[in-house]
């Protein structure tokens, strides 16, 4: 363990010294997430304006859940988007050869390899967005605690389900397009799960699970998420994540390498 965190350390320092050599990226990735927010808010307040509300969940209920939601893009931005997308590169250019000889576990060393500060903005804002939706609950310190582990889990699932994509281009090379698809079904997670129909519901939480991404995390906050949801989230994301190791060692298999 000790190894594994000093190589971390080694890792996302050279990282950021790289990436700060551009500051004008954080003020353009600042500006952007800042528009995105905006625009998630008014989206929002499209539903909410005339009093329309979805079942349950208040003005400042529905916050949170995308506050949440804004918090994973940041997640996302920061440590999956910057490592995962090299593997595609990696099995292009040939270079997933030398990160297979490392005395490390390759996908260790594809997930954590480098970090971008960019998503840093996403953080932050989603972190307001939580902050201020709670303030208006009169959410204590708690409340958030009660998150902890699903939000936890929220990570982890998505974590294990981009990976495993990204674990398919050793097959099919190019998965661009198919990233993008999963990026536009993560969307759906920026509203709370029963403004969508029941069909969709059913998708989205047991297909593509977006429901343990935001709403359940949300509804703990809240007070409102019963035991067994929270179990099935932390069981979930220990499931992909220890499917997502097995089907990492299985695609292996079929790798010929670049110079087979």
């Known amino acids: 363990m000790n190894k594994y965190l000093r190589v971390l350390t080694l890792f996302w320092s050279a990282a950021i010294a790289a990436e700060l050599e551009y500051r004008i990226n954080f003020l353009l990735a600042a500006l952007s997430s800042l528009g995105n927010m905006v625009g998630s808010l008014f989206g929002l307040f499209l539903f909410y304006r005339n009093g329309y509300r979805f079942a349950g969940w208040s003005w400042e209920a529905a916050l949170l859940v995308l506050g949440i939601f804004t918090l ?20 292009q ?9 490392k005395p490390i576990r390759s996908q260790f060393w594809l997930s954590t390899h480098t970090v971008s500060p960019w998503g840093l903005p996403d953080v932050i804002f989603g972190s307001i967005i939580i902050g201020y939706a709670g303030q208006q609950l009169g959410l204590g310190i708690n409340d958030y605690l009660k998150s902890a582990i699903p939000l936890f889990s929220g990570f982890v699932i998505l974590y294990s389900l981009w990976f495993m994509l990204g674990a398919t281009s050793i097959w099919f090379v190019k998965i661009y397009n198919v990233t993008e698809v999963l990026r536009g079904l993560l969307e759906a997670g920026r509203y709370p799960m029963v403004a969508y129909p029941t069909a969709f519901r059913f998708f989205f939480t047991f297909v593509v699970p977006v429901a343990f991404l935001t709403t359940i995390p949300a509804e703990a906050m809240l007070g409102r998420s019963q035991i067994s949801g929270m179990l099935a989230a932390g069981v979930l994301a220990l499931v992909l994540f220890f499917i997502s190791t097995r089907f990492w060692r299985f695609a292996l298999r079929f790798y010929t390498s670049a110079s087979s």
């Open 72 to 91: 994973l893009q940041g997640f996302s931005a920061t440590f999956l988007a910057p490592n995962l997308n090299r593997i595609v590169r990696h099995v």
């Open 93 to 101: 250019e040939g270079t997933l050869d030398f990160v297979l000889l």
